[in-house]
């Protein structure tokens, strides 16, 4: 039998142009999906790459750059009150608030050195620390040391708070030495300062690390005080005679209209008796409060002569001092009385001595200086609606049992007379 077996030749023209270039777009199609794939696996790749080279710039940035550039944040110091007048005896208080770079920064912790001339000053006024801590910029004293010696105090202060405060005030009392003599404070030719130290160390939180704030590399003036010449130990004496009187003061404070809520207490005032020979004593008596809001106070002087008249001045506890020469005096506006002459005269006996026509205004808080200024202001201010006694026997002014806007007004209201009356 024959088998048809067909040509080579045959076999090869049975592939038709149809099915070749069926073949060839086949093998095309595949190339190009080929390059699609591939195309869409490198942009996939670059993206990962992208975003993980981002990711560890951002990491590096926030671990490394930015911590570095936080930890050169700086701490400014802004004094509250540089020029200070006191005479001997007498403490002041000397303040300065710290404040960070960047409002979201705050400081939790102080390393200061305070430095003071020991010759005419004394850290302190009699309590276990110098320090004013005040209620809503509150620190704790971990480290306090005093050389007298050579006038340096030492301090490590800590905010115990979990409040962010960027602006801290911080305040320390002093005083002038008692045992000054009259050469040394007339021989006096430049104001005694207060210094912080160069360098004082803030720590804190700046983009949420710790870091220690830059602060200045120079000393700061603290304060630059004068010292008044009278002295309260070179006094000149009254008269000297044969009356024995008793003084029966009544006097009236801004802002209390009745008997206090706060404070059910005696008031402690400083009396001070001018004499018309330019003689004068000083004596701190209690005043008893009444429903009406006038407060009463009776002490006794003895040799007194009959033929000297006074003035009589009043300091209160958080008030400006007051002078009276008569011993009914009135005004019509709070403040704006003036003793021109000295016209009471003192008998033996009782002295019924009726001041309450004239208000004594209230501002000049503890420890006092003399005077009503952006320190008593802001210590009220920053301590509204507080009623811890602490802060009550500063800055409760009409005795209500709150430091609230009342007493922030009546300070306001006393700016316009500002200073003790000499």
């Not at 550039?69 to 020029?83: G, P, R, Y």
């Not at 044969?242 to 009236?252: F, H, P, Q, V």
């Not at 009959?306 to 300091?315: A, D, V």
Request: proline share 4%; charged share 20%.
């Amino acid at each position: 039998m024959n088998t048809y077996q067909p040509s080579q030749q045959q076999s090869q023209s049975n592939s038709s142009p149809l099915s070749e270039s069926v073949l060839s777009s086949g093998h095309n199609t595949l190339s190009q999906w080929k390059g699609i794939k591939w195309g869409i696996f490198r942009r996939i790749l670059i993206v990962f790459i992208a975003i993980g080279t981002f990711g560890f710039l951002a990491w590096f940035t926030n671990t490394y750059i930015y911590k570095f550039f936080a930890s050169n944040q700086t701490a400014t110091i802004s004094v509250l009150k540089k020029e200070i007048e006191v005479g001997v005896g007498e403490a002041f208080t000397t303040s300065f608030t710290v404040n960070s770079s960047q409002s979201e920064d705050f400081i939790s912790g102080a390393e200061l050195i305070l430095e003071y001339d020991p010759i005419y000053l004394e850290y302190g006024d009699g309590g276990s620390s110098g320090f004013v801590p005040l209620e809503n910029f509150p620190y704790d004293v971990i480290y306090e040391e005093n050389d007298p010696t050579i006038g340096k105090v030492e301090i490590v202060l800590v905010n115990p708070s979990d409040k962010e405060y960027p602006a801290h005030q911080l305040s320390f009392v002093f005083r002038v030495r008692e045992d000054l003599t009259r050469e040394q404070v007339f021989g006096l030719k430049n104001k005694v300062h207060i210094y912080l130290s160069k360098d004082p160390k803030f720590v804190g939180q700046a983009g949420g690390n710790g870091v220690l704030f830059e602060a200045p590399t120079s000393d700061t003036v603290l304060s630059a005080v004068s010292i008044r010449g009278e002295t309260p130990s070179e006094e000149a004496p009254l008269l000297q005679g044969n009356i024995s009187a008793k003084l029966i003061i009544k006097t009236r404070f801004q802002g209390i209209l009745g008997e206090p809520v706060g404070s059910k207490g005696p008031m402690m005032v400083r009396v001070t008796l001018h004499g018309s020979s330019g003689g004068s004593k000083t004596t701190t008596i209690s005043f008893q409060p009444g429903a009406d809001g006038i407060w009463t106070g009776e002490y006794s002087e003895q040799n007194l002569s009959e033929n000297e008249t006074f003035s009589i001045g009043l300091k209160g506890p958080k008030h400006l001092a007051k002078y009276i020469c008569e011993a009914q005096p009135s005004e019509t506006v709070g403040g704006t009385y003036n003793c021109n002459d000295k016209k009471i005269a003192l008998i033996q006996g009782d002295n019924n001595l009726n001041f309450s026509n004239v208000i004594l205004l209230a501002g000049d808080i503890p420890v006092q200086d003399g005077i009503i200024d952006a320190v008593d202001i802001a210590f009220i201010r920053a301590n509204l609606g507080t009623t811890t006694s602490s802060v009550l026997s500063r800055g409760d002014l009409n005795l209500d049992g709150i430091v609230d806007t009342q007493d922030h007004s009546l300070a306001i209201a006393a700016l316009g007379f500002k200073y003790d009356e000499k």
